[in-house]
């Protein structure tokens, strides 16, 4: 039996054929599951086996044979009858020594685990870390499937947002620098994230993309601090062309790991590299974020990402039920399009629970099978939004007590809020002006209709309005209340 290592082939022991077999074998697989994916799971992890005309992958462990078979079985099995010829068999099996590389590495990472630093508090900051982060095995990402722009479904709600993505791809770092992603969760933010990493990294062969949660950074920073190594840290980090960070609303009152992305940022983007983050809404709103990193976010472009407006629900529903079959007959997905009102992950899990219960069944797919299958989250999607939980919405955001918007009181400090309150009412309720009007003490339904004409001319404008000695942009201001609405 001749053992060649993906790694570094042996000498051959037998006829000078075998080599060749397996180096074009390995040249095929390439060719067929893209290189990157064969260096993620083949290089350095397996070992290729010919006995006699069978060709033989040997793996680390049972795990990493039953993913490579579900995998890439078809893939090997194609490449190898190429080459081979249409008569080899091909088997996976546990390698000796790949095992035992495998074990050591675990007891390795094993034993620096139970060698962790102490308990850290930062005194640069208000950051209690009650416990210093575990190291992690160096393959702990390695598996992950990075999703491409190329799949995400463009609508009225992210179109703006889809484009900026694609044009950081094209040019990272000659554009809007930084690029800030905004919205409610599900929206499709860190879509856009993996996509700008996976279209660069595909484009731009030279550039170093480092992609991370504000979480992780965090976590990698509070570590070298403990450990001394923060030159190690800021070569991480600064030493890319771009850096994608997800989630920054996590730095939220870690003033410390705020500083240090700022000095990040600076670093960076006065180098022409290329930032973009993600957040859960607009800059100005995202509280305990220091203002000098609310400045730094503001000098790029800041875009939006919204729930899924009905039609885009629809194109979002249709692309995921493509990739599975039975497909479900366009009908159903539009009646699931409107009925539902939640965000990507709904809609995805809604087609998820649609499929299993068709095949628990056997039942064909129609509206009354989801109807039954999805009863209780068709039943739960519809909220009724009635005016006093846009009063309640309204109040909480500003931090006004209850009952306020409903006094005579003519000050800004009431009647813009007031306005902003019976504009939303119209927007999200049934209510007719005269029961607005009503509602917040006017006697006639003409007061309803002026404060609704005027905040639209706030939003045409996108006017500042000064409330309780902060500023709001109009829109930012409508959108973070619409957000409380929606919990």
Request: proline share 6%.
């Amino acid at each position: 039996m001749l053992l060649l290592s993906t790694r570094v082939p042996p000498p051959p022991t037998r006829g000078v054929d075998e080599p060749d077999c397996v180096t074009r074998f390995v040249q095929d697989l390439t060719n067929r599951i893209n290189a990157d994916r064969y260096n993620l799971w083949f290089r350095d992890h397996t070992r290729i086996v010919l006995d006699g005309d069978d060709l033989v992958v040997g793996v680390p462990n049972l795990m990493c044979q039953e993913w490579l078979q579900r995998t890439f079985g078809e893939d090997v099995r194609d490449a190898a009858a190429a080459i081979l010829g249409p008569s080899s068999a091909v088997r996976f099996a546990i390698d000796p020594e790949l095992f035992r590389t495998a074990r050591a590495e675990q007891e390795r990472v094993a034993s620096a685990a139970e060698l962790a630093p102490a308990p850290f508090v930062d005194q640069s900051g208000p950051e209690p870390v009650a416990e210093a982060p575990k190291p992690r095995a160096p393959a702990a990402r390695r598996g992950r499937k990075w999703r491409h722009l190329s799949d995400f479904v463009v609508g009225g709600c992210n179109r703006v947002a889809h484009a900026s993505a694609m044009s950081i791809v094209d040019s990272p770092g000659q554009g809007a620098n930084p690029l800030v992603l905004y919205g409610p969760v599900g929206t499709g933010k860190t879509h856009l994230l993996e996509g700008i990493y996976a279209g660069i990294r595909k484009k731009w062969a030279d550039h170093v993309v480092r992609f991370s949660t504000a979480e992780d950074f965090t976590n990698a920073f509070v570590m070298t601090m403990q450990q001394g190594r923060q030159a190690d840290f800021r070569r991480q980090f600064r030493d890319c062309s771009v850096l994608l960070l997800d989630d920054l609303n996590f730095l939220a009152s870690k003033k410390a790991t705020q500083i240090e992305f700022i000095h990040t940022f600076d670093a960076l983007v006065a180098d022409h590299r290329q930032v973009v983050v993600s957040m859960d809404g607009h800059p100005r709103l995202c509280e305990n974020l220091m203002p000098e990193l609310v400045d730094r976010l503001l000098g790029g472009a800041v875009w939006s990402l919204l729930p899924p407006d009905g039609e885009t629900r629809f194109d979002l529903l249709r692309a995921k039920s493509a990739k599975f079959t039975p497909s479900i007959p366009e009908g159903v997905l539009r009646f699931l399009a409107d009925q539902l009102r939640g965000n990507v992950r709904e809609l995805e899990g809604a087609i998820h629970s649609l499929r299993h219960f068709h095949h628990v069944t056997g039942k064909p797919i129609d509206e009354a099978l989801a109807r039954e299958a999805l009863g209780d989250l068709l039943r739960h999607a519809v909220r009724v939004v009635g005016v006093r939980e846009v009063d309640a919405a309204v109040c909480s955001i500003l931090r006004l007590p209850q009952g306020a918007l409903q006094s005579t009181k003519r000050s800004w400090t009431v009647s813009h809020p007031r306005m902003l309150a019976i504009y939303l009412c119209r927007k999200h309720t049934a209510a007719t002006y005269g029961e607005i009007s009503l509602y917040f003490g006017n006697k006639t339904h003409s007061t309803a209709v002026a404060a609704e004409r005027k905040v639209r001319d706030w939003m045409e404008k996108n006017t500042t309005l000064k409330i309780a000695e902060r500023e709001w942009p109009t829109r930012d201001l409508l959108e973070r209340v619409e957000r409380e609405l929606g919990r």
